[in-house]
């Protein structure tokens, strides 16, 4: 969730500091500003799903207290497949914001906030295996597996996922 403002932040102090020319500054500046407005509203949302997931596991153990609407938690579950369906479109804008940025302000995005644990991958599937590592147990992993092939190949995303 504060992954997504972490990488924003990132993003702006390494464009700051790598940038020698440009050809579209104004571009380079709505793009940026686009990705910022789309990151924190991905987490907000993340927050949303981590609720909604609550909810329904509550109320898969406790019905008595937590069915509200009596319906065997039909109605939560509904509202947790919405949430992780909004989130799913929010990370795919995500995606290509980054890659409207990467090319707008003229920067290699891949480069930024990537690990060095990891020399035999590509610095841009590092950290994108770190953002989608910080969902692993707060998704399903077949969301998390769909999520990510929006920005690496299957083989990737399952050698991410530790799948």
């Given at each position: 969730m504060k992954q997504f403002a972490i990488f924003a932040v990132l993003f702006f102090v390494a464009l700051g500091s790598t940038l020698v020319h440009s050809s579209d500054w104004s571009g380079c500046a709505n793009d940026l500003d686009r990705l910022h407005r789309t990151t924190r509203n991905a987490a907000d949302i993340a927050n949303g799903v981590k609720t909604k997931a609550n909810d329904f596991e509550n109320c898969k153990m406790y019905p008595n207290i937590y069915d509200f609407m009596q319906d065997r938690c039909r109605t939560m579950a509904s509202d947790y497949q919405s949430a992780l369906s909004s989130l799913e479109n929010e990370l795919s804008t995500v995606n290509r914001r980054i890659r409207s940025a990467n090319s707008s302000c003229g920067v290699d995005l891949s480069s930024i906030g990537s690990s060095s644990t990891k020399p035999q991958t590509s610095d841009f599937e590092n950290s994108m295996c770190n953002m989608y590592l910080d969902y692993k147990n707060k998704l399903p992993i077949e969301t998390?597996?769909?999520?990510?092939?929006?920005?690496?190949s299957e083989m990737e995303c399952r050698k991410c996922l530790g799948q």
């Open positions: 998390l597996i769909k999520i990510c092939l929006q920005s690496l």
